[in-house]
């Protein structure tokens, strides 16, 4: 039956998630080879590592439009609108096009729902929808492209990418990816290919001597932060952070990039890294001005984004133990004269007990909350690990961001933070409320 609506698309995308996570390959080959193989068709660079991927695809994203590519974008999870997860030039696919794509995709997933190899998740249906668009439907320049999960078997290592860029290793998904350094840069180590350069960023010996052999069997040649590239001078900014970039091709002094954080100076060194090799060894145009000019420009919301600047109310999206060290860091670096309150949930699979402790260090006080979603944690669970003098379970999330806003006075500061999930919901709260 012919899907006629964007609803109806959404909700048939959306029915494959009772599929739960499938790791494995063997239905995206099956998919690719039905679509007439659109993943030969593409040009990549692929983005793997635990923090920082969507960051460092918004600042190579920007570089590359400045330099006037035309960018396509996977990226997951959305933030507001579901489309986001399709983007060229930062633009959404349509509704239209999404409705194409799923009447492209969905008799494909009803042969494959009755075959031993079974039915496709969400993610690789919206995997395999993505890259028949960027290869047959718009085709642009360059596509950068998300991991999803690990790397191993993720749904988006069907690509042969120009150029790898792995972020960093944390203990995320440990589950499904393992429970020590070594055993989770395995998985992520997967998507390096034959010959194909890795830029990475990863700092944990155990874990890059697993990248460093792959590399080395694959015959992939290594570019590693802090040894082929490196951040200078680093200095926070009122609006933002600036430093130096040094490197064997090429260096730079006073970068500024207008997201806060000091590991928003990693991602950026990575994106930098990256439109440098595309220009040195891809022919690239990409001159010194677009790199200043993008990293200035590149935005990813939910980054210690500040949505209030009176009151001082700040999101992040710091979603692992990882995420939150980085957030905590931040506001002693920057904050340290606030009176500091913090909205926290979470989902149930995270390393929840060293999430709570940190944010134990900063907090003045903390409202532990659920809210409407699969994985969500319990507003309880987390209570439970925190060892906070001011700590409240608030049923109600809504309610709770309510009252913590209208009850904020001169010194303090709003932090609400925890699962990617999550923070959208509460930045669109908010923006209701400052409208009401």
């Given at each position: ?165 792995i972020t960093n290793i944390g203990k995320d998904h440990t589950n499904l990816l393992g429970e020590t350094y070594e055993e989770i840069a395995a998985e992520k180590a997967g998507i390096i290919k034959s010959s194909v350069s890795l830029i990475t960023a990863v700092k944990q010996p155990e874990a890059l001597k697993v990248f460093e052999e792959k590399a080395k069997e694959k015959r ?58 595309l220009n040195k060894l891809f022919a690239f145009y990409i001159e010194e001005e677009h790199i200043r000019t993008g990293l200035e420009k590149a935005y990813w919301p939910g980054r210690f984004e500040t949505v209030s600047a009176s009151p001082l109310i700040v999101i992040d999206g710091a979603h692992n133990e990882e995420g939150i060290t980085a957030l905590t860091d931040e506001l ?105």
């Amino acid at each position: 039956m012919k899907i006629e609506s964007y609803q109806e698309a959404l909700q048939w995308i959306h029915s494959r998630l009772s599929l739960g996570i499938k790791p494995g390959l063997k239905r995206m080959e099956w998919l690719m080879e039905k679509l007439g193989h659109p993943e030969r068709n593409v040009r990549v660079i692929h983005v793997g590592g635990t923090n920082g991927k969507g960051s460092t695809i918004a600042y190579l994203r920007q570089i590359l439009q400045e330099a006037e590519y035309k960018v396509g974008t996977f990226t997951s999870p959305y933030f507001e609108t579901f489309n986001e997860r399709i983007s060229i030039n930062g633009e959404p696919i349509s509704d239209d096009e999404l409705v194409e794509l799923t009447n492209i995709i969905k008799p494909l997933c009803d042969e494959l729902d009755e075959s031993e190899l079974g039915g496709p998740t969400e993610f690789e249906v919206i995997t395999a929808m993505s890259i028949y668009y960027f290869a047959f439907k718009n085709p642009v320049d360059i596509v950068l492209y998300e991991v999803g999960l690990g790397g191993r078997l993720d749904s988006t290592n069907v690509l042969y990418p120009i150029l790898i860029i792995i972020t960093n290793i944390g203990k995320d998904h440990t589950n499904l990816l393992g429970e020590t350094y070594e055993e989770i840069a395995a998985e992520k180590a997967g998507i390096i290919k034959s010959s194909v350069s890795l830029i990475t960023a990863v700092k944990q010996p155990e874990a890059l001597k697993v990248f460093e052999e792959k590399a080395k069997e694959k015959r992939a040649p290594v570019y590693l932060a802090d040894r082929e590239f490196r951040i200078k001078d680093h200095r926070p900014q009122p609006d933002g952070e600036c430093f130096s970039f040094e490197s064997i091709f090429q260096s730079f002094d006073d970068l500024k990039i207008s997201m806060k954080g000091r590991h928003q100076t990693e991602n950026a060194a990575l994106a930098v890294m990256g439109a440098i090799f595309l220009n040195k060894l891809f022919a690239f145009y990409i001159e010194e001005e677009h790199i200043r000019t993008g990293l200035e420009k590149a935005y990813w919301p939910g980054r210690f984004e500040t949505v209030s600047a009176s009151p001082l109310i700040v999101i992040d999206g710091a979603h692992n133990e990882e995420g939150i060290t980085a957030l905590t860091d931040e506001l002693k670096t920057r904050y340290s004269d606030k009176k500091i309150k913090v909205i926290f949930a979470a989902l149930h699979d995270k390393k929840l007990d060293g999430m709570v402790r940190r944010l134990d260090e900063i907090a003045d006080e903390i409202i532990f909350t659920s809210f409407d979603f699969p994985r969500a944690a319990k507003a309880e669970e987390l209570f439970r690990y925190s060892h906070a003098d001011k700590k409240i379970v608030a049923g109600d999330w809504r309610q709770a961001l309510t009252e913590a806003v209208e009850g904020m006075s001169g010194g303090d500061m709003l932090v609400i933070t925890g699962s990617l999930y999550f923070i959208p919901l509460a930045k669109a709260r908010l923006a209701e409320y400052f409208a009401s």
